[in-house]
């Protein structure tokens, strides 16, 4: 049971929320097959690719209500609003509350609700459809209630105090409230029609959106495509396309040729489209590629803090030291991703901090190791110490073939320092079994990006409510990082918060706990139906409002 509770926090980490574009209003008319017929001007529709299906459309997402690892997560942007977002210029703003206030003591948000906005089946937006929304959230998730956030452990109570303001009770103060309830996953707000007296969501979110995005799931799909229509009630400007299909295409390289015969007009997110893949159709063309600007999301090494080897800081420092950061960038990644060099980007709340590094440097590598006692004494070509060769799994996940080559290159590198790490891929649920069991010397992963960084991944640290068996070895291993966390989740004091991430973030770089290799742009392909895309936010998600096209 502890498992499975792991395993679906770490898939809501890959997770990922939200504007809209202007254009005319006409409605479309789409048949289930995912063809547009036309009304007074041609609809515009556009066929997506993902690599699987869909069978539940509500904003919580467990192995309990669907076998899909996803489902549709990455969309929820499209059909679901926020009570409050991030414009351009990464500011907090209002999407379903017109304004908000946090009384003294941290523990209770007020909210006033936008008027006037109907769901997709027409019905209104109430404040007490808000309340339900927020109280639905630790019941739906039931075990996994953690996974996506430490905001929907502390809910109190959510009241409607009137039509149209609502009230969010915690049990304790919490300095991410707001920015947890940006995510869509699992703060999306729904018709409260559809949850049940004890606030489980009704089986209609298998065949409807009940949300207040511009969009709307048709209600019909073959198995491989599932077909989406605009929201005739949406309440925000009308997106330029008017409908849209999903192909469950599984395969990447399918994919790609998918897009080239025209099957499928848009593409995307990293883990649907490698580096390799944007670099040619960059330059084909016909085609347009895009990168977002943003890079939040950090692809990094974790180790086995529990292990004998990767216990000891010499180690971990001389293998970072290993690693050409700048090659892993540029050859590996194809230049569109950028370096990293802090377990966090700067450009995160409490993150803008002057953190030592590590530089690339093989000699400097090995003078540590042969100063720390690691020897090759019988001439293999691998240190030893206390008669035991430096040697461990380098575990990843199946099925990327950056990840591959990265593997490869980090085992080369260490070898260079007398270290024998060996490659060892696994299927994903084996993966998190190894790695919970601690079968493995070090893994790669990836922070949870978007609106989860930085906070519920710092929280992830304290093994107490940790539900990331990676970054949960920081706060066993350093009992102090967890007891900082625990302090850090219940601050109400901004300068208290600042101190405690200059803290945990200066033993992370300083104790070399993690390796930080590259920060992940996102990444999107289309035909030259589409003029541009702009990502949203927070662009984990797809945001097929923010679709323009051409003509």
């Given at each position: 049971m502890k498992f499975k509770r792991l395993a679906a926090a770490l898939l809501s980490a890959a997770m990922v929320v939200s504007l809209a574009a202007c254009s005319g209003n006409e409605e479309p008319a789409q048949s289930s097959s995912g063809t547009t017929e036309t009304t007074e001007t041609e609809a515009v529709h556009v066929n997506l690719a993902e690599s699987w299906g869909f069978e539940y459309f509500y904003t919580i997402i467990t192995p309990e209500?669907?076998?899909?690892?996803?489902?549709?997560?990455?969309?929820?942007?499209?059909?679901?609003?926020?009570l409050v977002t991030y414009n351009e210029n990464n500011e907090l703003v209002g999407s379903l509350a017109e304004d908000w206030s946090m009384s003294e003591d941290g523990l209770v948000y007020t909210f006033q609700i936008r008027e006037g906005v109907k769901f997709s089946d027409g019905s209104d937006l109430t404040a007490e459809d808000v309340a339900k929304s927020l109280m639905a959230v630790p019941v739906n998730l039931g075990q996994y209630n953690g996974g996506y956030g430490r905001l929907s452990t502390i809910i109190e109570s959510a009241e409607a105090t009137g039509d149209y303001t609502v009230e969010l009770r915690l049990t304790q103060p919490y300095y991410n409230t707001l920015r947890e309830l940006c995510l869509a996953n699992p703060f999306g707000i729904v018709s409260s029609e559809q949850l049940n007296d004890d606030l489980t969501a009704k089986d209609t979110f298998r065949t409807a959106t009940y949300g207040t995005g511009p969009y709307m799931y048709e209600g019909d799909n073959d198995g491989q495509t599932w077909n989406f229509v605009r929201n005739p009630n949406y309440w925000?400007?009308?997106?330029?396309?008017?409908?849209?299909?999903?192909?469950?295409?599984?395969?990447?390289?399918?994919?790609?040729?998918?897009?080239?015969?025209?099957?499928?007009?848009?593409?995307?997110?990293?883990?649907?489209?490698?580096?390799?893949?944007?670099?040619?159709?960059?330059?084909?063309?016909?085609?347009?590629?895009?990168?977002?600007?943003?890079?939040?999301?950090?692809?990094?090494?974790?180790?086995?803090?529990?292990?004998?080897?990767?216990?000891?800081s010499v180690i971990r420092k001389a293998i970072a030291s290993a690693i050409d950061k700048d090659a892993v960038a540029d050859s590996i990644y194809g230049g569109l991703h950028d370096r990293a060099d802090s377990f966090f980007s700067t450009d995160l709340p409490y993150c803008d901090l002057e953190l030592s590094t590590t530089t690339f440097d093989i000699d400097a590598a090995n003078q540590m190791l042969d100063e720390a006692g690691y020897v090759d004494t019988d001439g293999d070509g691998i240190r030893e110490k206390d008669g035991a060769n430096i040697s461990a799994a380098f575990l990843y996940q199946t099925g990327s073939a950056s990840d591959d080559n990265l593997v490869v290159y980090i085992c080369d590198q260490a070898q260079k320092i007398g270290i024998e790490l060996t490659p060892q891929s696994a299927a994903m649920m084996d993966w998190y079994a190894m790695v919970q069991s601690g079968d493995y010397g070090l893994t790669v992963f990836k922070t949870q990006g978007g609106f989860y960084d930085p906070a519920n991944v710092v929280?992830?640290?304290?093994?107490?409510?940790?539900?990331?068996?990676?970054?949960?070895?920081?706060?066993?291993?350093?009992?102090?990082?967890?007891?900082?966390?625990?302090?850090?989740?219940?601050?109400?004091?901004?300068?208290?918060?600042?101190?405690?991430?200059?803290?945990?973030?200066?033993?992370?770089?300083?104790?070399?706990?993690?390796?930080?290799?590259?920060?992940?742009?996102?990444?999107?392909?289309?035909?030259?139906?589409?003029?541009?895309?702009?990502?949203?936010?927070?662009?984990?998600?797809?945001?097929?409002q923010n679709i323009k096209i051409n003509g």
């Open positions: 209500v669907s076998s899909s690892q996803y489902d549709i997560t990455y969309y929820l942007t499209s059909f679901y609003d926020t925000g400007e009308a997106p330029e396309v008017d409908s849209f299909s999903i192909k469950s295409i599984p395969d990447n390289d399918a994919k790609i040729l998918a897009l080239k015969n025209g099957e499928v007009d848009f593409i995307s997110g990293i883990k649907n489209v490698s580096a390799e893949s944007y670099d040619k159709i960059s330059q084909t063309e016909g085609f347009g590629a895009k990168i977002d600007d943003k890079a939040l999301q950090t692809y990094y090494v974790g180790y086995n803090l529990n292990d004998t080897v990767f216990g000891d929280t992830n640290i304290n093994p107490q409510t940790s539900m990331d068996p990676i970054v949960m070895l920081l706060g066993s291993t350093q009992p102090e990082l967890a007891d900082l966390v625990a302090e850090l989740d219940s601050s109400t004091d901004g300068t208290r918060i600042q101190e405690i991430y200059q803290t945990i973030l200066t033993t992370i770089a300083d104790e070399e706990l993690t390796t930080p290799l590259v920060y992940m742009h996102q990444l999107a392909i289309y035909s030259d139906k589409i003029a541009d895309y702009t990502f949203p936010m927070d662009a984990n998600f797809t945001s097929v």
